[in-house]
């Protein structure tokens, strides 16, 4: 009998990497489809958020596509699993201070902000970094020690309750690189642009049944 493919909305808001995520679902065997149709992200099995730019244009280009709304119906009504990257990952906050104070899906309470400057150190954070797994996760399934993913970003999102950040890591301090709240995923870091811990990270994600 042949298996169904995971049917994966990748969410088209006009803002991040939507053809490598895709490439990267469909080595994987998934199919993504990248759209803007609130019809398509309701029939999907999966949902996901990429994104590469400013939060307040992020969440005003939702909210003018009326995807917030059908977000919040598939994925906190209806339990569907959703994995933000980047940026998606921050707009799971209650707000962010990114060029103005903007609210975030509230979904994990904490704020989004500027990453610290340190000496020596770049701003964007922009490379590869290890990560320290700090509770079990399903994003993290057959990974042992620190893997590494890579990074581009100058925010970062602090959670009010730590038990949402399964992941860490360190640049001029540590702060979250991935986060679950029940069906809810989210990783600072880049999948799509990180190999085979990549790879293996989204392969854990669309077998994930909750």
Partial sequence: MTTRPIEVALIDYGLG???SVAKMLATIGAKATITSDPDVVRRADKVVLPGVGAFPKARANLQEL?????LEEVVIKRGKAYLGICLGMQLLATE??????TA????IPGRVQALAKGPGLRVPHMGWN?????????LFTDFHGRPTFYFTHTYNLLCEDQRDVVATTNYGGSFAAAVQKDNIFGT?????K?????????????????
């Avoid at 009326?66 to 059908?70: G, T």
Wanted: charged letters at 30%.
């Fill in 17 to 19: 990497n939507l053809r």
């Fill in 66 to 70: 009326n995807l917030i709304e059908v």
């Fill in 96 to 101: 962010s201070f990114e060029g103005e104070r």
């Fill in 104 to 107: 975030g899906f509230g979904w």
């Fill in 130 to 138: 290890d990560i320290s797994i700090k509770r079990k996760s399903e």
């Fill in 188 to 192: 600072q870091f880049h999948p799509e």
């Fill in 194 to 210: 990180s190999q085979t811990h990549g790879r293996i990270l989204m392969e854990n994600f669309c077998q994930w049944r909750g």
